[in-house]
């Protein structure tokens, strides 16, 4: 297996300045919310990082920030950099995301294998993009103009896709060969790769084989919704029982460094949220993925 | 043009969608679908597109209903019709794209005569989208405490540049 990217080994062993020292190096948070804010204000145990999605502190919150930063490691999540639209990015959405990253001092940046807009319409969320060799091509420059412009190592973000396209080579393959072009890690979406292997039918563990578990830096996770017979990413729900079976497989395959509960409504108890960190934290350290010495099962 | 500007037209027009399903090649030829792409963008599936366009019209219509609570509980069953059709047409451009969703449904529901917008929500969307530090509003029924009354509504922003609400009710 090929070693660590270099661009992710600035953030083997965790967490910066600031986080105080408890030994971990895989540390387990929870995207931040203003919903959420006063509880994790209160600095609970069970949260060891915090997740900063850009467009939320692009218009106010700099002071907000610098104070989070002071007790939280954070890591940087764009949604909008649209990295798979054709030409050059959106200026002043990379000058917003990266004073976004100057201000917050993350462990790394991370956005998306996918687009969201073109020229003429915006369409405001993640859609696939083909695999193939231009692609690779265009998403591997953006990112790399996306990490030298945050002087941060990047990790990038796989997405659901109600559509499938027809591409050069499968998406695994694609992942592997974009963060070796772009020299970045993955940031994995266990909760995306869940729901995308239940709507197309395949096998998410075979899928998560074909990756090199060393790109994997960083894992996304919350509860799915099924409506309509289809299973969707509406991040509103607690993760359920075989979602956790599949997060724990990647805990045994894979040393990350960071997991993220991605949860953007539908807001359980501090309680709720506070069993759910502590249940990956254990099932983290089951597999002793914080130091690397990660047991493959 | 590219598979992917050639997909965002197709996710983002349902009308150009049912000419596809009809015949992709015809929409591949008018769109000018680059031969590179030709192939792959004629074998996208007509219902994985319209479940990727439906997908996007969902989450926009999930964050404007937070937004405009009370405004979706008037309009009922008729709340994601009504949105849906206004989706197709308008697409935000600025990060702050569901505001901009909620302030623009709020005009077309207003324009269409389809529904009554709660005003102090209106009121707070318009607000975050224009950036002013400073607002009052009288409003005559706003929602609260599971009845509406007549309240003083001022918005404003906090030193970290936030936008606040305030209401003050009188009987």
Same mark, same amino acid.
């Given at each position: 297996?090929?070693?660590?990217?270099?661009?992710?080994?600035?953030?083997?062993?965790?967490?910066?300045?600031?986080?105080?020292?408890?030994?971990?190096?895989?540390?387990?948070?929870?995207?931040?919310?203003?919903?959420?804010?006063?509880?994790?204000?209160?600095?609970?145990?069970?949260?060891?990082?915090?997740?900063?999605?850009?467009?939320?502190?692009?218009?106010?919150?700099?002071?907000?920030?610098?104070?989070?930063?002071?007790?939280?490691?954070?890591?940087?999540?764009?949604?909008?950099?649209?990295?798979?639209?054709?030409?050059?990015?959106?200026?002043?959405?990379?000058?917003?995301?990266?004073?976004?990253?100057?201000?917050?001092?993350?462990?790394?940046?991370?956005?998306?294998?996918?687009?969201?807009?073109?020229?003429?319409?915006?369409?405001?969320?993640?859609?696939?993009?083909?695999?193939?060799?231009?692609?690779?091509?265009?998403?591997?420059?953006?990112?790399?103009?996306?990490?030298?412009?945050?002087?941060?190592?990047?990790?990038?973000?796989?997405?659901?896709?109600?559509?499938?396209?027809?591409?050069?080579?499968?998406?695994?393959?694609?992942?592997?060969?974009?963060?070796?072009?772009?020299?970045?890690?993955?940031?994995?979406?266990?909760?995306?790769?869940?729901?995308?292997?239940?709507?197309?039918?395949?096998?998410?563990?075979?899928?998560?084989?074909?990756?090199?578990?060393?790109?994997?830096?960083?894992?996304?996770?919350?509860?799915?919704?099924?409506?309509?017979?289809?299973?969707?990413?509406?991040?509103?729900?607690?993760?359920?029982?075989?979602?956790?079976?599949?997060?724990?497989?990647?805990?045994?395959?894979?040393?990350?460094?960071?997991?993220?509960?991605?949860?953007?409504?539908?807001?359980?108890?501090?309680?709720?949220?506070?069993?759910?960190?502590?249940?990956?934290?254990?099932?983290?350290?089951?597999?002793?993925?914080?130091?690397?010495?990660?047991?493959?099962? | 043009?590219?598979?992917?500007?050639?997909?965002?037209?197709?996710?983002?027009?349902?009308?150009?969608?049912?000419?596809?399903?009809?015949?992709? *090649?015809?929409?591949?030829?008018?769109?000018?679908?680059?031969?590179?792409?030709?192939?792959?963008?004629?074998?996208?599936?007509?219902?994985?597109?319209?479940?990727?366009?439906?997908?996007?019209?969902?989450?926009?219509?999930?964050?404007?209903?937070?937004?405009?609570?009370?405004?979706?509980?008037?309009?009922?069953?008729?709340?994601?019709?009504?949105?849906?059709?206004?989706? *197709?047409?308008?697409?935000?451009?600025?990060?702050?794209?569901?505001?901009?969703?909620?302030?623009?449904?709020?005009?077309?529901?207003?324009?269409?005569?389809?529904?009554?917008?709660?005003?102090?929500?209106?009121?707070?969307?318009?607000?975050?989208?224009?950036?002013?530090?400073?607002?009052?509003?009288?409003?005559?029924?706003?929602?609260?405490?599971?009845?509406?009354?007549?309240?003083?509504?001022?918005?404003?922003?906090?030193?970290?540049?936030?936008?606040?609400?305030?209401?003050?009710?009188?009987?």
């Amino acid at each position: 297996m090929p070693d660590v990217p270099e661009a992710v080994q600035g953030v083997a062993g965790g967490c910066g300045g600031g986080c105080g020292d408890n030994g971990m190096k895989g540390l387990v948070g929870i995207g931040y919310r203003f919903p959420l804010a006063s509880w994790i204000d209160t600095a609970p145990a069970e949260i060891q990082c915090l997740e900063i999605t850009a467009e939320h502190f692009f218009d106010a919150g700099e002071k907000q920030l610098r104070a989070l930063r002071k007790r939280f490691p954070l890591f940087i999540h764009g949604l909008g950099l649209s990295l798979g639209t054709p030409g050059p990015l959106d200026r002043k959405t990379l000058d917003n995301f990266a004073r976004v990253s100057k201000i917050a001092d993350p462990e790394w940046v991370s956005e998306h294998v996918a687009f969201t807009r073109s020229s003429d319409v915006d369409l405001g969320h993640l859609n696939p993009i083909r695999a193939d060799r231009r692609n690779l091509d265009l998403v591997a420059r953006h990112t790399r103009e996306v990490s030298e412009r945050c002087g941060k190592p990047i990790i990038l973000e796989n997405v659901t896709s109600h559509l499938s396209i027809r591409g050069e080579m499968p998406e695994p393959e694609f992942l592997g060969r974009l963060c070796e072009k772009a020299d970045c890690g993955l940031l994995l979406d266990v909760t995306n790769l869940y729901v995308n292997s239940k709507n197309h039918r395949f096998n998410p563990r075979s899928w998560l084989r074909e990756l090199d578990p060393n790109r994997i830096v960083q894992l996304h996770v919350v509860g799915y919704t099924v409506r309509n017979d289809r299973y969707e990413d509406f991040h509103a729900e607690a993760i359920q029982e075989d979602l956790f079976e599949l997060i724990d497989e990647v805990f045994a395959y894979a040393p990350v460094k960071g997991v993220i509960i991605e949860r953007d409504s539908h807001f359980p108890a501090p309680h709720d949220l506070e069993n759910e960190l502590r249940n990956l934290r254990t099932a983290l350290e089951k597999h002793g993925s914080h130091d690397g010495t990660h047991t493959t099962s | 043009m590219d598979l992917t500007t050639g997909l965002t037209r197709l996710l983002s027009d349902r009308a150009l969608r049912e000419e596809f399903k009809a015949d992709p *090649e015809k929409v591949s030829a008018a769109l000018g679908i680059d031969e590179d792409d030709w192939k792959a963008f004629r074998s996208l599936d007509p219902e994985g597109l319209d479940a990727q366009a439906n997908t996007l019209l969902s989450k926009r219509l999930w964050e404007v209903s937070g937004l405009l609570r009370a405004t979706m509980r008037g309009l009922g069953a008729q709340a994601r019709p009504r949105f849906m059709a206004f989706a *197709e047409a308008f697409w935000p451009r600025d990060h702050r794209r569901h505001f901009e969703d909620a302030v623009a449904f709020c005009d077309y529901l207003k324009k269409e005569g389809a529904g009554e917008v709660c005003r102090a929500e209106e009121n707070w969307v318009r607000y975050v989208l224009e950036g002013k530090r400073f607002r009052v509003h009288w409003v005559r029924e706003f929602p609260a405490y599971g009845s509406r009354r007549w309240a003083l509504q001022i918005l404003y922003r906090n030193g970290e540049g936030y936008p606040r609400d305030r209401a003050f009710f009188f009987r």
